[in-house]
């Protein structure tokens, strides 16, 4: 009974070792292959004509925690990895998860890279990756200085500009700013001279200085170049020639028109005379009298030769008249003293000279009317006469 009880027992183990066997054989197991790999920096693995790529970028400086950064590629994707020695990577996303990696030596140039991949890929190409160029960043400062007035008169300010900018690729470090005073120029109390710069200035970036100078001195002169430096480099600005005038005297300055409206005439006609009075200068004429004596032989029937203003304008005009009679033949002029603000000892204007002829007087007015009243008397006579005589 027991044999029997035991023969059971073994049968039951073989069938339950076949059924494993036969578990075990059905199920797949995927055939991989494994690797070891040195690798440079910039250098990859071509896996099957580039359906997978890895590519290292990165190799970290020796330190406690040394690195290799790498670049999966396939399927047109991109993702990056960090290996450390002796550390999984835990690859595990669609569709880089097709190999595995690990890395047991990592120094400053080169790290052995262990890689797992599918057993139907044939051994990857090993290439080499193109560096990317970095554009080394340069500054390059670059001064225009301008002025709104190229000719001032002494006591003039000119505002200055400085447009400085960065036409460079990289920052301008430690910038300072160079400039002397001009000769025949001063500064003022509300400028600063030379302008404050900052001390960097990034790549495109473009600054304004304003400044103020006034002029002191006249001359001729030329305002020299402003230096910027930075880093180990130097600009200067363009040169600017300019003059200084002795300072403009503001003053008025009147002329004084006589004219006629006729100048030969007869005694016992009149004559219209026009004074008009224009200041020339740049500043205006104040207490203004315009004075004379009246022509011996004439007088004035209308209007005064004489006139008083308070004020006349630059670039403005005061006008009277008088009428004056002939009384006298004779050769006149009218002769009149302007003195005003700016002049008071005066100048004398002339008018035109007048020629007054003596007016002939007409006999024949007298005699015919003397003819008549003659004939008459002596016609009345005669007729009394001889009424009387008969």
Do not use: C
Request: cysteine-free.
């Amino acid at each position: 009974m027991i044999s029997l009880q035991n023969n059971g027992y073994y049968v039951l183990r073989k069938i339950s070792f076949l059924l494993l066997i036969l578990l075990l054989i059905s199920i797949p197991v995927s055939a991989v292959k494994n690797d070891t790999f040195s690798l440079e920096n910039y250098t990859g693995l071509n896996f099957m004509n580039g359906s997978y790529k890895i590519e290292v970028i990165e190799i970290s400086k020796p330190g406690d925690m040394p690195f290799v950064k790498v670049n999966l590629i396939t399927g047109g994707l991109t993702k990056q990895y960090y290996l450390r020695i002796n550390e999984d990577p835990s690859i595990k996303a669609e569709p880089f998860n097709q190999i595995n990696l690990n890395s047991s030596f990592i120094s400053q140039t080169v790290a052995r890279i262990e890689v797992q991949f599918p057993d139907a890929w044939s051994s990857p190409e090993k290439y080499t990756i193109e560096i990317p160029v970095i554009a080394e960043k340069i500054p390059t400062i670059v001064i225009t200085k301008s002025v709104d007035k190229i000719i001032l008169r002494k006591g003039e300010v000119a505002e200055f500009t400085l447009i400085v900018e960065n036409t460079g690729n990289g920052t301008a470090f430690n910038v300072t700013l160079e400039d002397r005073l001009p000769p025949g120029l001063t500064s003022v109390k509300y400028s600063i001279f030379p302008p404050v710069i900052q001390d960097e200035i990034k790549a495109g970036e473009s600054i304004e200085l304003l400044f103020a100078l006034k002029a002191v001195e006249s001359g001729s002169y030329t305002i020299e170049p402003t230096t910027i430096k930075y880093s180990s480099k130097t600009a200067r600005s363009n040169s600017i020639d300019f003059t200084v005038l002795d300072e403009k005297i503001e003053k008025s300055h009147l002329i004084t028109n006589i004219t006629l409206d006729k100048n030969n005439i007869f005694t016992g006609e009149l004559v219209e005379v026009t004074m008009k009075i224009t200041n020339n200068g740049n500043n205006s004429a104040e207490s203004i009298l315009i004075e004379g004596p009246i022509p011996k032989g004439m007088e004035v029937t209308k209007g005064d030769l004489r006139q008083v203003y308070k004020k006349i304008e630059p670039g403005e005009f005061e006008e009277y008249s008088a009428t004056l009679k002939a009384v006298e033949a004779g050769n006149y002029s009218i002769q009149l003293k302007t003195s005003y603000s700016d002049d008071s000892t005066g100048f004398s204007s002339s008018s035109e000279s007048i020629t007054i002829t003596e007016k002939e007087k007409n006999y024949l007015y007298i005699l015919i009317p003397s003819i008549i009243i003659i004939v008459g008397i002596v016609l009345f006579i005669r007729k009394r006469h001889k009424e009387y005589t008969f």
